[in-house]
């Protein structure tokens, strides 16, 4: 049984939590004492302003922004599995026509969307940023110049911070205000708006504010208090006493500052031996399991951002749930791809095809079957059925298709043609049970 955030927290009022509670104490001091300007203003100010900047505090007081939350790492992991799918699915122009639809050569279209969409960016990092900033700020923005005749020159991403929409009532059109190296402003048919879940018209939801807000505050709190644990030895805390000899507070701080000078910290930590004269005797106070790792309270986060962002656990190195490394977990994969990666491609594509064409005709798709890469036997089962033959009917791919697939150079003749399952069974001797 995982022990949430809320419950560790609890426990810093039972005696023996002595890290915890020392650590919640210096972190009370710290934000009492704040005087810098712009925490005044986180807070207080309105929620819903600071939303409008990304900012926003945790129940566990920890201000959460996209960078500070890329900082936890299952934040990190779940954003770059996400992104990391998107960017390796290559996406192809098709044109319908009455006999079905057939893939364009668009060269610069092409190239542009799989390889290099501006001078500056790989189409790999532009499709990694716009789906990072999907998830981390609620849209993502890549602006489309175009020449006199009105073909696309090139495009650039741009930082969400960068570009403001604003919604015209009357038109039901969106403008766009950039404020990148100069000022200029961009119509909605050069501008390809990707958004989030709950897109309003004018902005989405982001992850981090909605449902990971929480979840990742929590994470930053324990990572703090990890890192300060750590800092100071990772070993149980220690008390001097000197019996019945009274000390002044002076003295006091000097032997309390002299320890700590001489064993605390990583570089001093089982370094020297403890030498204590003057009647001096230390004593070590014992430290709960929770206290000196929160294994079970980190589990918990982790499996919680995992939740929110819609990324299996054991896709970001969490495995303790799963009940095995066979099919439970290829099926835990295929749902990733269904109900996690499918909704943003589907996103996707429907602002390329609305942006890109005036007409029903063209369309651009991202190939699906890409996905298949890297799993040998899913693909054989699909390639398999996909010729046909006995026992799996009528063909619906051509040997030569499936080798254009691989890169392989077609063999022609009867590697061209479709396996016609009739065409086979009328060939078969009589009599025969082949």
């Known amino acids: 049984m995982t022990t949430t955030w809320n419950e560790v927290q609890s426990r810093a009022q039972a005696p023996g939590s002595t890290v915890l509670t020392r650590?919640?104490?210096?972190?009370?001091?710290?934000?009492?004492?704040?005087?810098?300007?712009?925490?005044?203003?986180?807070?207080?100010?309105?929620?819903?302003?600071?939303?409008?900047?990304?900012?926003?505090r945790a129940a566990s007081g920890m201000a959460v922004t996209p960078e500070s939350a890329?900082?936890?790492?299952?934040?990190?992991a779940s954003v770059t599995r996400i992104a990391g799918v998107i960017s390796q699915i290559p996406i192809h122009q098709y044109e319908r026509s009455a006999a079905g639809r057939q893939q364009v050569e668009n060269k610069p279209l092409w190239w542009m969307l799989n390889e290099e969409p501006t001078a500056c960016f790989t189409a790999a990092s532009m499709w990694e940023q716009v789906v990072a900033q999907m998830l981390l700020r609620e849209s993502g923005f890549v602006y489309m110049?175009?020449?006199?005749?009105?073909?696309?020159?090139?495009?650039?991403?741009?930082?969400?911070?960068?570009?403001?929409?604003?919604?015209?009532?009357?038109?039901?059109?969106?403008?766009?205000?950039?404020?990148?190296?100069?000022?200029?402003?961009?119509?909605?048919?050069?501008?390809?708006?990707?958004?989030?879940?709950?897109?309003?018209g004018v902005r989405a939801r982001s992850v981090i504010q909605y449902a990971a807000r929480n979840a990742a505050g929590n994470a930053m709190a324990m990572d703090e208090?990890?890192?300060?644990?750590?800092?100071?030895?990772?070993?149980?805390?220690?008390?001097?006493?000197?019996?019945?000899?009274?000390?002044?507070?002076?003295?006091?701080?000097?032997l309390r500052e002299a320890f700590a000078a001489k064993y605390s910290g990583i570089d001093n930590a089982?370094?020297?031996?403890?030498?204590?004269?003057e009647g001096i005797k230390a004593d070590t106070l014992s430290i709960s399991a929770e206290d000196s790792?929160?294994?079970?309270?980190?589990?918990?986060?982790?499996?919680?951002?995992?939740?929110?962002?819609?990324?299996?656990?054991?896709?970001?190195?969490?495995?303790?749930?799963?009940?095995?490394?066979?099919s439970g977990l290829e099926e835990m994969t295929r749902a990733f791809m269904l109900f996690t990666i499918q909704p943003h491609l589907r996103r996707i594509e429907q602002e390329l095809n609305r942006k890109l064409f005036r007409t029903s005709r063209h369309y651009l798709e991202f190939n699906r079957d890409a996905?298949?890469?890297?799993?040998?036997?899913?693909?054989?089962?699909?390639?398999?059925?996909?010729?046909?033959?006995?026992?799996?009917?009528?063909?619906?791919?051509?040997?030569?298709?499936?080798r254009r697939l691989k890169n392989l150079p077609p063999m022609g003749g009867s590697a061209a043609e479709l396996y016609d399952a009739s065409a086979a069974q009328s060939k078969k001797p009589t009599g025969s049970n082949a």
């Open 23 to 56: 650590w919640r104490n210096e972190r009370e001091s710290a934000r009492a004492t704040e005087t810098a300007v712009s925490n005044e203003v986180i807070a207080s100010s309105d929620p819903a302003v600071l939303e409008l900047f990304g900012v926003s």
């Open 70 to 76: 890329m900082r936890v790492s299952a934040v990190y």
């Open 145 to 200: 110049p175009r020449n006199k005749v009105g073909d696309i020159k090139e495009m650039i991403p741009l930082p969400w911070d960068a570009v403001q929409p604003e919604r015209d009532p009357k038109a039901r059109r969106l403008s766009y205000y950039i404020n990148d190296v100069r000022r200029y402003g961009a119509d909605q048919d050069d501008m390809l708006h990707f958004p989030g879940f709950g897109f309003d």
């Open 225 to 254: 208090y990890s890192g300060k644990f750590f800092a100071n030895g990772a070993h149980p805390s220690i008390v001097l006493s000197t019996g019945e000899k009274t000390l002044s507070p002076k003295q006091k701080e000097d």
């Open 270 to 277: 089982h370094r020297l031996p403890l030498v204590l004269t």
């Open 293 to 326: 790792q929160l294994l079970d309270a980190r589990k918990f986060q982790v499996v919680d951002i995992a939740r929110a962002f819609g990324v299996p656990p054991h896709l970001i190195g969490e495995t303790s749930a799963a009940t095995s490394w066979g």
């Open 371 to 402: 996905m298949l890469e890297g799993n040998s036997k899913a693909q054989g089962d699909f390639f398999r059925a996909a010729l046909g033959g006995p026992g799996t009917g009528q063909g619906w791919m051509a040997a030569d298709e499936i």
